[in-house]
Nanobody, 121 residues
Framework: QVQLAESGGGLVQAGGSLRLSCTAS????????MTWYRQVPGSQRASVAA???????SYADSVKGRFTISRDNAKNSVHLQMNDLKPEDTAVYFC???????????????WGQGTQVTVSS
């Protein structure tokens, strides 16, 4: 089973930057899409940025031009560079991967534990 370890959250002033990282470990055959979600209390988890195994990228409209997602397939990791942060970016950020854990299995969704990002005004 895939385990995900996230790092890089913290407290930053508006206009500042943070870089989130997520590394997959454990036993798996292949990782397909890697996605960053975020969640604020009382709201559903929402996709922020996603990248497929082939490198196709998508962003939520609210972060376009400010956030950059990248992945290192050799290290099974995904990163989210967040620039020009705003108070409304405050949330718990979760890493999600769609993984095939054994050859021939159906894809599974796996989640990290989440990392808090707080942007002060």
């Amino acid at each position: 089973q895939v385990q995900l370890a996230e790092s890089g959250g913290g407290l930053v002033q508006a206009g500042g930057s943070l870089r989130l990282s997520c590394t997959a470990s454990g036993s798996f055959f292949k990782i397909n899409a890697m996605t960053w979600y975020r969640q604020v209390p009382g709201s559903q988890r929402a996709s922020v940025a996603a990248i497929t195994s082939g490198g196709t990228i998508s962003y939520a409209d609210s972060v376009k031009g400010r956030f950059t997602i990248s992945r290192d397939n050799a290290k099974n990791s995904v990163h989210l560079q967040m620039n020009d942060l705003k108070p409304e970016d405050t949330a718990v950020y979760f890493c999600n991967v769609v993984a095939i854990e054994n050859q021939g299995d159906s894809p599974k969704w796996r989640w990290g534990q989440g990392t808090q990002v707080t942007v002060s005004s």
